[in-house]
């Protein structure tokens, strides 16, 4: 059975940096062949992609609103997953999930709709 577990976050005063890490386990192929995402929600709201990366490690994609602030990065040796977030802003603040596209393994990494399993999350909670 598939499973993400998240972890890294916490509060951070605006301006501030985290960074956020998933371990994926259970796959049924090698976690090299799998594209990975990050997606935030706060209460209330849909689930945002953030960030998204090939399973190489060698493409990868941001939503506009996170650009240049937000670097996602992969070992695929280890099966983790990392989210580096720099001048983090109050929008910012949300629950943290990583996600894995379980079903089509590889292609076009950046359509987040093509994610079908999220883990618990880890809060991020950024203050002024």
């Known amino acids: 059975q598939v499973h993400l577990v998240e972890s890294g976050g916490g509060p951070v005063q605006a301006g501030g940096s985290l960074r956020l890490s998933c371990a994926a386990s259970g796959l049924p192929y090698a976690y090299s062949t799998y594209c990975m995402a990050w997606f935030r929600q706060v209460a209330g709201k849909e689930r945002e992609g953030v960030a998204a990366i090939s399973p190489a490690g060698n493409v990868q994609f941001y939503v506009d609103s996170v650009k240049g602030r937000f670097t996602i990065s992969r070992d695929n040796e280890k099966g983790a997953l990392y989210l580096q977030m720099n001048d983090l802003k109050d929008d910012d603040s949300a629950t943290y999930h990583c996600?894995?596209?379980?079903?089509?393994?590889?292609?076009?990494?950046?359509?987040?709709?093509?994610?079908?399993?999220w883990g618990q999350g880890t809060q991020v909670t950024v203050s002024s």
């Open positions: 996600a894995i596209d379980v079903w089509t393994r590889g292609g076009y990494c950046g359509d987040y709709l093509k994610y079908g399993r």
